[in-house]
């Protein structure tokens, strides 16, 4: 083979083999004229800074030159003083800065070029749009050679998340269009609010967690919360966030049907679970939807009848629009990617994830420590949950401090990494089963010195036991929209079940 065409292939090689070479010579994206326009618009009238201040920057000109002169603009005007070609002479004359350019004479070029000030955001929105596409292509090139090299301690997946970091970050940085909303469009938006919860029946608002005295403390799951629920190992975090994220599927696919023929749920629920394989939670919903217990279905202990009934109810579930991703560790840049392609594809209404202290960091950061990793997960998802205006629910252990203490009853003091998760959550909820605690202090014979007294206890033991019996306590510490309290439920050990407790009957 000619040694010249294997270094430099001919366009039909090139196209043929998919080569990348050419690429990186092709001229970046740019437009000079609509960045001397814009900035000869500013020269000749300041007013016109005021249309593309709030996205606009002197890095995002192609043209350096044309920056510096931005940024030296913006300086002025932001000061409250005047920026025109004479005033900018006086700051530029003893730099070196313009001399590429024809020194200070560029500044009455450029006002010669100006542009009316109605059209200056449509010039400031080209120069952005184009800094946007130069930034993916460098992006691009990033990702090739990271791919070409041998990045040490970055496997292929790793890649693909530094790479949908990188994405992430421009696509979040790249407008900064939110600014201020009006006041009377913050009223309209709070007007609806109130006007949804009285027009719905009962006293849920947002997304319903199928727990009735639960929806009445919170007015449902809202966009844009982060709520934690915590616990210590087998008080059935799992089970509860389950249960909950099952109610809103439900709920979703319940509105759809009440619509016209063929509606789609308008939404979706997302659950991450690192602990458990999807397998394993589709058991547990099954479980407690058939009321079949999970550990004879496990072990092959049931009956045709409870079998058809298992695969009837599997049937009716396999249409909720409930997602499960079970990878294991995953990332919070990982997460927040897949969070955003469901919402696209499907609609998103709620996030699960089980639990905060497997994820791992945005791949690219390096905390110091475990407290500030934790710290940078909740503020992910507390961004995650508005970003998307979507309720996202984090579970999360308990330190064991829990466990010397006479009432084994969580505070927020037990959090584990507790600061940073008790600053950017919108609610704490702590999942309590005195009944577990209760099985582990029945009393021994021996340990009395009289058969009396070891009755005297048995029987006090087994008057509590009768009294926690299948209840559970949802502690609500922290609501920042809400009062705390405690909700009392009903809690069914053979089948991970969570209910409502009803602890009043008529009659």
Known sequence: ???????????DESRASGSLIGISQR????????????LGAILTNNRAYDRVSDFLT???FANEVNGVIYDAISRRIEAGLLADPVTLRAEFENSDVLSAVGGTGYLLKLAGAMVGIINAAD????????????QLIDIGEDVVNTAFGSTTGMTGVDQIAAGEEALFRLATEKGQDGGFLAFDKALAEALDVAEQAFTRAGDV????????????????LHPSDLLILAGRPAMGKTALATKIAFSAARALMREAQEGPPGTQPKGSVAIFSLEMSAEQLATRILSEQASVSGERIRRGEIGQREFDRFVQVSRELSQLPLHIDDTPAISLSAMRTRCRRLA?????SLVVVDYLQLMRPSVGTRPENRVLEISMITQ???ALA????????????????????????????????SGSIEQDADAVMFVYRDQYYLQQRQPKETSFDSQDKYQTALEEWQRKMDLAHNRAELILEKQRHGPTGTVHLFFEGEFTRFADLDMVHDG
Not at 344 to 348: A, E, I, P, V, Y
Request: charged residues 30%; aromatic residues 2%; without cysteine.
């Open 58 to 60: 002197g890095a995002h």
């Open 27 to 38: 001229t970046p994206p740019a437009n000079l004229q609509a960045e001397q326009a814009l």
């Open 205 to 220: 608002v947002g997304l319903t967690t199928g727990l009735r005295d639960l929806d009445k403390k919170t007015g449902g």
């Open 344 to 348: 696209r594809t499907k609609g998103l």
């Open 123 to 134: 010039y400031g929105r080209a120069i952005h749009d184009a800094w946007v596409r130069r």
């Open 1 to 11: 083979m000619d040694p010249v065409n294997t270094i430099n292939p001919s366009p």
């Open 386 to 417: 508005k970003e998307l205006s979507v309720p996202v629910i984090a579970l999360s252990q308990l330190s064991r401090q829990v466990e010397s203490r006479e009432d084994k009853r969580p505070m927020l003091s037990d959090l584990r990494e």
């Open 380 to 382: 992910g998802l507390k």
